[in-house]
């Protein structure tokens, strides 16, 4: 018999059959758990997909309908299969490395789920502020999980890094959902904030990156969205903060979103959509591409 573990992530329960020490345990003993994830075989490919991608240079490919995520994670992985945001089918490679297939689950997979269950995925990192939670976005490099890391630094909480979700609460505002407490940094950039990069696990896709705990930082209540942060590089001197308004605030999250979207699955996202950008605000932060600016990039997010 397969053992099980129990954890909790994204305010949802999970049933896995390893170990994953990165996430927190469930509380409850016996809790009926919100999504099960089990061993067995998966489809090569999906009858009726509706979107996929099999363009990846490391054979990471996907496939998506209603109800259902495929994902093909590479000979040193394995194949997952997502259904109805309760159940996850692995099937693992004969070369499979399960520090590799816990990475997928974590961001990939755990995003379709959330995706099937009608909640908005962001590729961002989320911290709490005094204000209020504050997302952050932006391109490959442009010092997202190195921003929090700062914040978090500064006395701020933690609620997640690389996938951000977010849901209407019963009052009608947005809250952002505290996901796992870890967060992925470059050598220079935890260098910068005085962490020693070789003290902890190497994240197994992006070898530059170490995996750091921040479990004594994590939140583990969801907190109401103050704002949304688009960092990228500029080649000025100077560091530049903007608001971004009106329809570039779709632009914005129909860029970052985590995944497709399938109104299939739950036409409700669209009005979820259109409450954040509604109700949230919206910054373009420009960083100088060749200039340590972390302290500049955190005074400007904790005092806007």
Aim: net charge neutral.
């Amino acid at each position: 018999m397969t053992n099980t573990y129990t954890y909790t992530a994204y305010g949802l329960i999970l049933s896995v059959p390893f170990p994953c020490p990165v996430l927190i345990p469930a509380p409850a003993v016996g809790a009926r758990p919100d999504v099960v994830v089990a061993y067995g075989p998966v489809p090569r490919e999906l009858s009726k997909p509706l979107f996929s991608d099999d363009d990846w240079k490391n054979s990471f490919t996907w496939q998506a309908a209603p109800g259902c995520f495929l994902l093909r994670a590479g000979k040193r992985a394995a194949c997952f299969l997502v259904e109805a945001g309760t159940k996850i089918t692995i099937e693992l490679n004969s070369a499979a490395e399960m520090s590799r297939v816990i990475h997928h689950f974590l961001h990939s997979v755990l995003a379709a789920v959330l995706r099937q269950r009608g909640l908005l995925v962001l590729h961002g990192n989320t911290a709490i502020t005094a204000q209020g939670a504050v997302v952050i976005t932006g391109t490959s490099g442009a010092g997202k999980s190195t921003t929090l890391a700062a914040l978090l630094e500064r006395g701020c909480s933690m609620l997640a890094d690389d996938v951000t979700v977010l849901r209407q609460a019963g009052n009608g505002g947005i809250e952002a959902l505290p996901g796992i407490p870890h967060v992925s940094l470059c050598d220079d950039a935890a260098n910068g904030l005085g962490i020693d990069p070789d003290d902890f696990p190497r994240n197994p896709l992006r070898r530059a990156k170490s995996v750091i705990p921040v479990a004594d930082s994590m939140s583990h209540a969801s907190a109401p969205l103050r704002a949304i942060y688009f960092l990228k590089h500029s080649a000025g001197e100077t560091m530049r903060i903007e608001p971004i308004n009106g329809t570039a605030k779709f632009a914005v999250l129909q860029e970052w979103i985590y995944g497709p979207l399938l109104p299939q699955e739950h036409p409700a996202i669209f009005s979820l959509l259109a409450a954040v950008a509604e109700q949230v605000n919206f910054f373009q932060l420009e960083r100088p591409v060749n200039k340590w600016t972390v302290p500049e990039l955190t005074e400007a997010i904790l005092n806007g």
